[in-house]
């Protein structure tokens, strides 16, 4: 293969194209069904699928179908097949729903208005993960205009990720005849720890979330008069969450959430600490003078992809301090995310969170956790000496630099789906999503140009896929 003709084609394409979409695609408000119930009827859902769907058509993909596949009160899903030599399949997976809004966004940014500065295409969406359908896509192109044989393709671009992807079931059963069996799966929905190099993700933490509801009285009633008679739930809110993470260290207590580290995981953690050092949490935007949990980046390495974590994302119940007058609260809620270790299962998990929570209230409070998801984490299978040496080998010819590893701290549903059904596969999962890059936070950008070399990675991984030994 042609690296330099590999280079030039995806290059043009990002610039003459796939820039200009992405721009169009990070204007639509298209928030996974988690966070817009009526996404249906808002319609946003359909304009992006429809807009990705439009351009891979423009492709001239030889041979390819491209659908969109529709199952009734199921987000759409982008289906994509493309012929290929001999009998293998590698299957290409992205999704295309959103993370709400947040709040923080620099002066002249926002989640809806791309904008590029500096390399960098801000806008919700761009990054995680609207890109991927145009960067797969490309990859076959390139090899294609390249004369370059390559297995049949099938492109998965799902809409409800973000929501921990509880529609693709029904679609991997719905569309199981026409996949087949992937001997390799290729995902673009993960971190890099720079932008100098291939990075490739070994594993991937489960997430579990709900809302926690502690109850105590019918009404607000004037503090004066009700504390330290009534207890409040707030308090109690406090002492339940303590039942399942330590409040000065922040470690979870159920032995139901952790899972033994991998040595070979330890040894990647090691790896990428002593490449990327304090770069590890100094891309993280702490506000002067706080501190990381540690400052040893392999203990946070490994505590952001292997320990369970929880972390609560959001309340109710307590009025904006502006608008806060002595009151004893009746109730209050907790949006409560808990990130599971990448081999914990997650329905024993939440049963034990559960139980935890709701047992044995205190003053008998009336105590709900409702849980929202529940999904496992992944481990990835030892890598087959061909992809090892082709993955170094792309991040060499596209970055000039070794190809990296290491575990990430946040979820791929589908992975830990695919993992199960197919445990022969093999698995090149990457992204763009480095320092600063702030996917589901204020100003998400993609960079770039590292997604043009992630590009060629992936033409450079799957020509060799074809040929593998």
């Not at 409070?365 to 999904?375: L, M, Y």
């Amino acid at each position: 293969m042609n690296t330099q003709t590999i280079k030039d084609f995806v290059d043009r394409r990002w610039q003459d194209s796939i820039v200009g979409e992405i721009e169009r695609y990070i204007a639509i408000p298209n928030k996974s069904p988690g966070f817009d119930s009526a996404w249906a009827e808002h319609g946003h859902m359909d304009r992006a699928v429809n807009l990705i769907a439009d351009w891979s058509r423009k492709q001239a993909l030889k041979g390819a179908v491209v659908e969109i596949v529709r199952l009734p009160d199921r987000t759409p899903l982008l289906f994509v097949d493309i012929p290929g030599s001999g009998s293998d399949c590698v299957l290409l997976y992205g999704h295309f729903d959103k993370q709400p809004e947040f709040t923080g966004w620099a002066e002249g940014l926002g989640p809806w208005t791309p904008v590029i500065r500096d390399g960098r295409l801000y806008g919700r969406g761009g990054a995680d993960d609207g890109y991927a359908v145009f960067s797969s896509l490309t990859a076959i192109a390139a090899l294609q205009a390249a004369g370059v044989p390559h297995a049949r393709c099938v492109v998965l671009i799902e809409g409800c990720e973000e929501s921990g992807s509880y529609d693709l079931p029904y679609y991997i059963d719905h569309l199981g005849a026409r996949i087949g069996e992937p001997s390799l799966v290729v995902c673009l929905d993960a971190e890099c720890g720079n932008y100098e190099q291939l990075w490739c993700t070994t594993s991937l933490r489960g997430n579990l979330t709900g809302t926690l509801t502690v109850e105590v009285l019918t009404e607000g009633v004037h503090s004066g008069m009700s504390s330290g008679i009534a207890p409040s739930c707030f308090r109690i809110l406090r002492q339940l969450l303590s039942r399942i993470e330590d409040p000065i260290s922040g470690d979870m207590l159920l032995a139901e959430l952790h899972a033994a580290v991998p040595a070979d995981r330890q040894r990647q953690a090691r790896a990428t600490a002593a490449l990327l050092g304090a770069e590890v949490y100094r891309k993280l935007p702490f506000v002067k003078g706080a501190q990381p949990l540690s400052n040893d980046p392999v203990e946070l390495l490994i505590g952001s992809t292997w320990h369970p974590t929880l972390v609560v994302t959001g309340a109710d119940g307590l009025p904006a301090v502006r608008d806060a007058g002595n009151v004893l609260l009746p109730s209050v809620s907790a949006r409560l995310s808990v990130r599971l270790a990448p081999t914990t299962d997650p329905a024993r998990a939440a049963s034990a969170l559960k139980t935890a929570l709701e047992s044995d209230p205190p003053y008998d409070a009336r105590v709900r956790f409702d849980i929202d998801s529940s999904t496992s984490g992944w481990n990835s299978p030892a890598l087959a000496p061909w992809l090892e040496v082709s993955l170094e080998a792309a991040s060499q010819q596209f970055f000039q630099r070794p190809a990296m590893y290491m575990g990430v701290g946040g979820s791929i549903p589908f992975m830990g789906m695919l993992g199960e059904k197919f445990p022969r596969t093999q698995f090149m999962i990457t992204g763009v999503l480095g320092p600063h890059a702030n996917a589901h936070g204020p100003n998400e950008f993609l960079h770039i140009d590292t997604a043009r070399r992630v590009t060629a990675c992936v033409s450079q991984v799957v020509a060799d896929h074809f040929v593998r030994r």
